[in-house]
């Protein structure tokens, strides 16, 4: 699959190429239809993730009780333990 990519604006002080003021990002929006209306969401193609992650608010608008979730613990790029619900 080809993914266009989108430009977003990036923050120069933690980015490190300070002269840049965007970034090209691989981006696709995931549109959900919900009886009294639907969202749009914007979510980051990363064809190496083993989980794809949702902030809770889009679960929650999705009608899910979020605090039911079984318990994720998974390691990023800082290498800390993070714990997350699924």
């Known amino acids: 699959m080809n993914f266009k990519y989108k430009k977003f604006p990036i923050d120069t002080k933690n980015y490190p190429f300070p002269n840049q003021k965007s970034a090209l990002r691989p981006v696709i929006q995931i549109d959900f239809d919900l009886p009294n209306g639907g969202f749009g969401y914007l979510v980051l193609i990363d064809s190496g993730a083993d989980y794809c992650i949702f902030h809770a608010t889009i679960g929650e608008q999705l009608g899910l009780d979020i605090t039911k979730g079984k318990e994720l613990i998974f390691y990023g790029t800082s ?8």
């Open 79 to 86: 290498g800390e333990p993070q714990k997350l619900l699924s």
